[in-house]
T-cell receptor
């Protein structure tokens, strides 16, 4: 089925460890995003990529880096994990045509990360 | 600037009764508005969207929402709740034009449906 695929689905890290969350979409969307979801706070944007070759910071970028590998793939890296990064991470993609953001997002099923 | 307030963090209804999830927004420009649903351990699914066409928007699974500019509201309703509607619902606002980084999520409303 067409959509957004995230790996892994679950991960436990020790403080200070690093890891990369992978995301791929097969809808030929230009824009991709990484969000984190914490209880009572909705979703907050970490980084986004408006198009292949560009990335920009969102609301909560500290402690993260991203790579837009190609049009399909957008990865999120935690260089030195901290307990405050325990969260559920969602990747999403969308299409913005001529500046119109009218089509919503397609979300992946999430990565549940625990940092101990 | 823009913001979203979901007025209830939890709503509980009986199966077969109406559902009302309330959302107020603030935006300094003409907004697009969305409702998303998240079932346990799942991603977010788009229920419906308002993009400056008809003010009454119909979505999937019998949900609808009405854009009221004078009240800056975009409440989600359904005439008759089903057990499968139990989930968390997010109201989302964005500008109709411009950068997608300006998407703002509400804090969510947890809907419980009682048998």
């Amino acid at each position: 089925n067409a959509g957004v695929t995230q790996t892994p689905k679950f991960q436990v890290l020790k403080t200070g460890q690093s890891m990369t969350l992978q995301c791929a979409q097969d809808m030929n969307h230009n824009s991709m995003y990484w969000y984190r979801q914490d209880p009572g706070m909705g979703l907050r944007l970490i980084y986004y990529s408006a198009s292949e070759g560009t990335t920009d910071k969102g609301e909560v970028p500290n402690g993260y880096n991203v790579s837009r590998l190609n049009k399909r793939e957008f990865s999120l890296r935690l260089e030195s994990a901290a307990p405050s990064q325990t969260s559920v991470y969602f990747c999403a993609s969308s299409e913005i045509l001529r500046g119109h953001f009218n089509y919503g997002y397609t979300f992946g099923s999430g990565t549940r990360l625990t940092v101990v | 600037a823009q913001s979203v307030t979901q007025l209830d963090s939890h709503v509980s209804v009986s199966e077969g009764t109406p559902v009302l999830l309330r959302c107020n927004y603030s935006s300094s420009y003409s907004p697009s508005l969305f409702w998303y649903v998240q079932h346990p351990n799942k991603g977010l699914q788009l229920l419906l969207k308002y993009t400056s066409a008809a003010t009454l928007v119909k979505g999937i699974n019998g949900f609808e929402a009405e854009f009221k500019k004078s009240e800056t509201s975009f409440h989600l309703t359904k005439p008759s709740a089903h057990m499968s509607d139990a989930a968390e619902y997010f109201c989302v606002v964005s500008p109709s034009f411009g950068s997608a980084r300006q998407l703002t999520f509400g804090s969510g409303t947890q809907l419980t449906v009682l048998p």
